[in-house]
């Protein structure tokens, strides 16, 4: 098992996007156990992209613990495929005042592929945003189970918190388990949450047949309509593209 520890700072005013890209043939059959501290200081801005697409030979776990001071921005994009056993954990402390983070995620699993996702957000502060969002395909055997937490302290007035969770099941034997979470200590907020798991809407597949599409160029269309609104979480339009290359190339070997 390999084991990597990384600290990134982004000082006072700065801006920094940072892609890891886990590629196959780079992560072969050894486990990895990576652990990311960020430090995002007033008024910086950290946009953080995850590619993880090694072979299905590895292991492989994540996790990233995240401090948030005065007017910083942080947004997490998130995109799973490979190996064996994914455990991926993200927590965000918003430490400071007007502090914003979003945590995006889509993953896709087929075979016997397990999934674990886990994000959580501390409000510790006044007038600060919080989103988290992920979305999964799976098919096959595949597994996944995704919880969500939001932690409003009593000090974090105006707060702003969001959750969603949705999944997309492709075959009977797949399963996907979620729970959204709220703790509110605070009387003066906004928090939401949302979760549904369900397989594609036969009406909508049936309507674009009707309209001369074929049926597996029609499931595709509804897949990466699905998938859209995670992919538009990156800034970057290099990444989108690189996203949606690997979404059609799983669903070309998944059909």
């Given at each position: 098992?390999?084991?990597?520890?990384?600290?990134?700072?982004?000082?006072?005013?700065?801006?920094?996007?940072?892609?890891?890209?886990?590629?196959?043939?780079?992560?072969?059959?050894?486990?990895?156990?990576?652990f990311n501290n960020f430090?995002?200081?007033?008024?910086?801005?950290?946009?953080?992209?995850?590619?993880?697409?090694?072979?299905?030979?590895?292991?492989?776990?994540?996790?990233?613990?995240?401090?948030?001071?005065?007017?910083?921005?942080?947004?997490?994009?998130?995109?799973?495929?490979?190996?064996?056993?994914?455990?991926?954990?993200?927590?965000?402390?918003?430490?400071?005042?007007?502090?914003?983070?979003?945590?995006?995620?889509?993953?896709?699993?087929?075979?016997?592929?397990?999934?674990?996702?886990?994000?959580?957000?501390?409000?510790?502060?006044?007038?600060?945003?919080?989103?988290?969002?992920?979305?999964?395909?799976?098919?096959?055997?595949?597994?996944?189970?995704?919880?969500?937490?939001?932690?409003?302290?009593?000090?974090?007035?105006?707060?702003?918190?969001?959750?969603?969770?949705?999944?997309?099941?492709?075959?009977?034997?797949?399963?996907?388990?979620?729970?959204?979470?709220?703790?509110?200590?605070?009387?003066?907020?906004?928090?939401?949450?949302?979760?549904?798991?369900?397989?594609?809407?036969?009406?909508?597949?049936?309507?674009?047949?009707?309209?001369?599409?074929?049926?597996?160029?029609?499931?595709?269309?509804?897949?990466?309509?699905?998938?859209?609104?995670?992919?538009?979480?990156?800034?970057?339009?290099?990444t989108r593209k690189h996203?949606?290359?690997?979404?059609?190339?799983?669903?070309?070997?998944?059909?």
């Amino acid at each position: 098992t390999n084991y990597l520890r990384n600290i990134i700072k982004v000082s006072k005013g700065a801006k920094l996007t940072l892609i890891e890209n886990f590629k196959s043939d780079l992560f072969n059959k050894n486990s990895y156990n990576i652990f990311n501290n960020f430090w995002i200081d007033d008024e910086a801005k950290l946009e953080h992209i995850i590619i993880q697409n090694p072979q299905k030979s590895n292991n492989f776990i994540y996790s990233a613990l995240v401090y948030s001071y005065n007017n910083s921005f942080f947004n997490q994009v998130t995109f799973q495929n490979g190996s064996r056993s994914n455990k991926f954990q993200q927590l965000v402390n918003l430490l400071g005042v007007n502090s914003t983070t979003n945590l995006n995620g889509i993953y896709f699993g087929n075979e016997n592929q397990f999934f674990e996702n886990k994000t959580s957000v501390i409000h510790h502060k006044e007038n600060c945003k919080s989103n988290q969002m992920y979305k999964g395909i799976l098919t096959d055997q595949a597994t996944s189970s995704y919880l969500s937490n939001t932690l409003v302290k009593s000090a974090a007035q105006k707060t702003d918190g969001y959750q969603l969770s949705r999944g997309m099941l492709l075959s009977d034997s797949c399963k996907l388990n979620t729970k959204p979470q709220l703790k509110i200590y605070a009387d003066d907020v906004k928090c939401s949450h949302g979760s549904t798991v369900g397989e594609i809407d036969e009406n909508q597949l049936y309507y674009l047949q009707t309209r001369g599409i074929s049926k597996r160029d029609s499931r595709n269309i509804l897949i990466n309509a699905f998938c859209a609104d995670i992919v538009e979480q990156a800034s970057d339009e290099d990444t989108r593209k690189h996203f949606k290359t690997l979404i059609n190339n799983w669903l070309s070997n998944n059909e």
